[in-house]
């Protein structure tokens, strides 16, 4: 029943936040109106490619997955300030994301080593999750550490995202795999980023303009859901549906991670500027 409704989530409202994808890169791309299609295609060619290179060598293409969305939580998650564009903050950006992933992984071991093995067919064993998670946690507060001896960050707001981090462990500690993924991926990840997508479209955030975003959204979602069912069609069966559904995710990560660091970009430069 919980796998049923992060399964739902997953695919309702987490696919939806990158069906809006193309208008974004129009509002980033100011002559985006001649070449429609080109990137249109680009995004599509990206996709399929990764799709393709998961087959062929399905290792590199989960360490590079597990990488970029790592970045692209920590970055959606923390947003600490508009001025934070240093190296330093994305690198805490990337050690915060890589946490609360394999922080994930650690407190689901067993089923998320099934999972990379029907992708990969590598066992993982569960000591490498305490490792590995030992390792992001020490990057991060080391990083938290020497921003805040440079006093480029509060103490209050570093206590906040510890706290969060907190927080994010106990549900994935007190729930399955699917589901504890389902919370963070709609709840942290997906709602603050059609906030920011939506103010970055049309300026605010109202019934009205998220209305209009779930509209222009529901094509490419449609679209994208017959996609997964083909892929679930001609590769799955009953026990690999979960691996489909993380090589299809990870396929449309990555034009979107791209998208999505250049919207944050484009507005703070513009708020910079103001
Ligand atoms: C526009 C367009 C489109 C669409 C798009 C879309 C719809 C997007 C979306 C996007 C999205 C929706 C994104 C997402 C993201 C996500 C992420 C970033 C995630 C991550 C995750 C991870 C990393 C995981 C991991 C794991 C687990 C959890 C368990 C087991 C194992 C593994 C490792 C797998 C198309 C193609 C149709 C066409 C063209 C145009």
């Known amino acids: 029943m919980l796998d049923i409704s992060g399964l739902f989530l997953v695919l309702s409202l987490g ?22 299609t080109s990137y249109t295609l680009v995004y599509l060619s990206l996709v399929l490619l990764v799709l393709g290179a ?21 970055e959606q998650h923390l947003q600490m ?6 190296p330093l903050f994305k690198f805490i950006y990337f050690t ?3 946490s609360i992933l394999i922080g994930l992984f650690f407190f689901n071991s067993a089923s998320t080593s099934e999972i990379i093995s029907d992708i990969t067919n590598y066992s993982i064993p569960a000591y490498f999750y305490q490792y590995a998670l030992f390792f992001a946690l020490t990057l991060l507060m ?17 206590l906040k995202k510890i706290f969060d981090l907190v927080l994010v462990f106990s549900v994935f500690y007190f729930s399955e795999l699917l589901f504890g993924f389902a919370i963070y991926f709609v709840f942290w990840h997906t709602l603050p980023s059609l906030n920011d997508q939506i103010k970055f479209l049309y ?5 009205a303009t998220w209305l209009t975003y779930l509209k222009k959204s529901l ?6 859901i017959l996609g997964l069912f083909l892929l679930y069609y001609l590769f799955g069966n009953d026990n690999l549906y979960l691996s489909i559904m993380f090589a299809f995710i990870a396929a449309v990560t990555f034009p979107h991670v791209i998208v999505i660091e250049r919207m944050f970009e484009k507005y703070n430069s513009k708020n910079l500027n103001q």
């Open 15 to 36: 696919l939806l936040h990158g069906a809006n994808d193309l208008s974004l890169i129009k509002k980033i791309k100011l002559n985006y109106s001649q070449k429609i």
């Open 96 to 98: 915060f994301g890589l």
């Open 219 to 224: 094509p490419i979602w449609l679209i994208s």
């Open 142 to 158: 080391i990083s938290f550490l020497l921003v805040l001896l440079r006093n480029e960050l509060k103490l209050i707001f570093v």
């Open 54 to 74: 998961f087959y062929f060598i399905p290792v590199i293409i989960l360490v590079a997955f597990i990488l970029i969305s790592a970045y692209h939580f920590g």
């Open 81 to 86: 300030n508009r001025k934070f564009t240093k």
């Open 203 to 207: 300026g605010e955030n109202s019934k």
